[in-house]
C-alpha cells in the first residue's frame, strides 16, 4: 500500500471520530485544542491519554504508546497493521454508510403525509426537535436503489442490515432515528413489530455530551419520551432506549455526581417501575442522587405530553420525585 493511500486513510478517519466511535470521551481540554482522557488501552484511573486533533495523533503517558489512528486500531483491536487497515477502511465504509442512509431517511420526511401525521399524533411538532434529533422516515421499496446509485454495493447494504437477504429494504413505513452508529427504526403501523435496530449494540446513551454537563439529568426508555420533554423546555433528558441500560451506558450516567430522575413507563406489567427501582438502587450504590418519577398510572412520558401535560406539571412530578 502506497504512502499516498496510508495517508488519504488517516485524513478520511479523523483519529477524535474513530476514538469516541469507540467510546472514549474526552476529560479535560487543554491548550492548542489538545484533549486528555482515560486510556482505552490499558486500565487508567485519572486520564492520561492525551489526544491531539489537529495532528491526528495519541500519546498515554500511563502506558507510553502513542501514535496515529492506524497504530491506535492495532493496539486497541490487537491485531497486525494490514488487519488495521482492513478494520479502519471497513469502519469508514460504515460509517459513510450509516451517514448517507440517515441523509436520505430526513429528505423523506416531509414527502410523506403518514410520517408527519404519526409524528404529529405521538406530539412530535416543533421543526427544531425534527432538526435536533434529525428525525428521518423509512418509506420502503426506495433506499436500496438510492445507495448502489451512490455506489455501495448490495452485499456492503446486505451486511449493514439496511437491506434484507431477498433484497427488499429492511425498514419500511419507520420513523427513523440516526444514533451512534446505529439507526432506529419506529414502525408507524400496528401490523408490523413497532421498534427496530439494525444489527450492532444500540450505543450509548442518547445525546449524552450535550446532557453530561448537567447537574439534574432525566433518564426515559424512549426516544418518543425524550422528544416531548426536550420539545417542552427540559434539554437535559437522554434515553437508554429500552429500560435496561448496557455497561457502557451506567458507565455514562455514573462519569460525575450527579442526581438522576428516572422516568420510566408506568405499563401495565409493571416492568418499568421494577426496572426503575433496579436500576435507582444501583445508581445510589455509586454515590448518585437517583429519584424516581410517578406518572399517572398507564403513562409513560410521550403519553403525558399528548394528553395535555406540559412544563410546569411535568416539573411537578420532578419535585415530587422519590428517593
Ligand atoms: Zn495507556
Not at 469507540?22 to 486510556?39: E, I, T
Not at 491531539?52 to 496515529?68: A, E, I, T, V
Not at 486500531?73 to 488495521?84: G, I, N, R, T, W
Request: glycine share 10%.
Amino acid at each position: 500500500m502506497s504512502r499516498q493511500t496510508l495517508d488519504e486513510l488517516k485524513q478520511q478517519i479523523p483519529l477524535l471520530d474513530y476514538l469516541e466511535a469507540h467510546h472514549w470521551r474526552p476529560v479535560r481540554r487543554l491548550s492548542r485544542g489538545r484533549w486528555m482522557g482515560l486510556c482505552p488501552l490499558h486500565d487508567d484511573h485519572q486520564p492520561s491519554f492525551l489526544m491531539d486533533p489537529s495532528k491526528n495523533l495519541f500519546y498515554c503517558y500511563g502506558c507510553g504508546r502513542g501514535g496515529d489512528v492506524i497504530r491506535f486500531a492495532e493496539l486497541y483491536h490487537q491485531v497486525k497493521f494490514s488487519q488495521a487497515l482492513a478494520l479502519l477502511r471497513q469502519w469508514r465504509g460504515w460509517a459513510s454508510l450509516l451517514h448517507e442512509t440517515a441523509s436520505f431517511y430526513r429528505m423523506q420526511l416531509h414527502r410523506h403525509a403518514e410520517a408527519v401525521a404519526y409524528l404529529q399524533q405521538r406530539g412530535l411538532r416543533s421543526p427544531e426537535l425534527i432538526e435536533h434529533m434529525r428525525i428521518g422516515y423509512a418509506p420502503g421499496g426506495c433506499l436500496r436503489g438510492w445507495l448502489m446509485q451512490l455506489g455501495y454495493p448490495l452485499p456492503a447494504l446486505r451486511q449493514a442490515g439496511l437491506v434484507s437477504a431477498v433484497g427488499y429494504d429492511t425498514y419500511m413505513h419507520r420513523i427513523v432515528f440516526p444514533l451512534e452508529g446505529n439507526l432506529y427504526g419506529r414502525s408507524i403501523s400496528t401490523s408490523a413489530p413497532p421498534h427496530r435496530f439494525l444489527p450492532g449494540a444500540k450505543g450509548g446513551l442518547y445525546a449524552w455530551e450535550q446532557v453530561r454537563q448537567y447537574q439534574e439529568v432525566i433518564l426515559v426508555e424512549g426516544l418518543f419520551d425524550y422528544a416531548v420533554l426536550w420539545q417542552a423546555g427540559f434539554h437535559n433528558v437522554t434515553c437508554a432506549m429500552g429500560n435496561h441500560l448496557n455497561a457502557y451506558q451506567f458507565g455514562q450516567l455514573c462519569d460525575g455526581t450527579r442526581t438522576v430522575y428516572l422516568a420510566f413507563d408506568t405499563d401495565s406489567n409493571g416492568s418499568g417501575q421494577q426496572a426503575a427501582q433496579r436500576l435507582a438502587c444501583r445508581l445510589s450504590e455509586q454515590g448518585l442522587d437517583a429519584r424516581r418519577v410517578s406518572l399517572p398510572d398507564g403513562d409513560d412520558p410521550n403519553s403525558f405530553f399528548v394528553q395535555g401535560g406540559d412544563y410546569e406539571q411535568f416539573q411537578c412530578l420532578l419535585e415530587g420525585a422519590r428517593g
